[in-house]
């Protein structure tokens, strides 16, 4: 049959992975790098993933394609729900122990005696383990009421000053949205702000385009848990600055 379906231009695709967050049927998967449409049958021809693609690089066109199949989408969506829901590691690592650090003086930094100079040594302004969005117990002490800081893990090798500007006073999360599941993050970010009613939520990302994911999850997180909240977003450019 003729219908409308998406259509993707591989050469304007950067593989932000966007897209696939967009698509609530499933439709798109990152292969190798660019955005592929892996069934016609998946597709319902809405384009619902066209807004989110920095590039332009989707177009809705009409074609021959199988009809589209909603009870082969849910079957899809259910094993795809299946595999981001993971069982508790049978190991008991201890990279996964929830811990509260506590900082007795966190607004001093120590000082160190260099060639008759007195010199800043920074400290360390994290506040509980672990830190990766995937190894945090959503049911950790350490969640209630906080002022939440999530970021894309490049953050903090590219800006200098990040734990005092913003790791200071906040739980920390962070994670990669170009390499991750964005749909994992959005799940258990929703289960987080809905038990634990946070105080405030800042999110740092790069300038890449990829790193769009963690926002949009973190903002489809929002509205699912009904969380409203002082929010503010702050981008690094690749320079190791803040973007105005």
Not at 163 to 176: E, L, P, R
Request: aromatic share 6%; net charge negative; charged share 25%.
């Amino acid at each position: 049959m003729i219908r409308k379906i998406i259509s993707i231009d591989e050469e304007k695709c950067n593989g932000c992975g966007l897209c696939v967050n967009a698509c609530h049927e499933g439709a798109i998967e990152l292969v190798d790098g660019k955005a592929k449409l892996i069934s016609d049958e998946y597709c319902d021809g809405f384009g619902d993933c066209l807004p989110q693609c920095p590039t332009n690089a989707i177009t809705i066109i009409e074609r021959e394609s199988k009809p589209y199949d909603e009870e082969l989408v849910k079957q899809k969506m259910e094993e795809k729900k299946a595999k981001v829901s993971p069982n508790p590691m049978p190991c008991g690592c201890p990279g996964t122990m929830a811990k509260t650090i506590e900082r007795k003086q966190l607004s001093v930094n120590k000082k160190v005696e260099v060639k008759d100079e007195v010199q800043v040594k920074p400290q360390s302004e994290l506040m509980q383990w672990p830190v990766q969005l995937k190894l945090i117990n959503p049911d950790a002490a350490y969640l209630d009421h906080p002022h939440l800081l999530i970021a894309a893990d490049c953050t903090a090798y590219a800006y200098a000053n990040f734990h005092q500007d913003f790791i200071k006073d906040h739980i920390t999360m962070i994670g990669c949205p170009k390499l991750d599941d964005n749909e994992y993050y959005t799940q258990k970010l929703t289960e987080i702000f809905g038990k634990h009613q946070p105080k405030s939520i800042t999110v740092v990302r790069m300038e890449v385009p990829c790193c769009g994911g963690i926002v949009a999850a973190v903002k489809k997180a929002m509205l699912q848990s009904e969380t409203i909240v002082n929010y503010r977003e702050i981008i690094i450019t690749t320079n190791g600055e803040i973007k105005e």
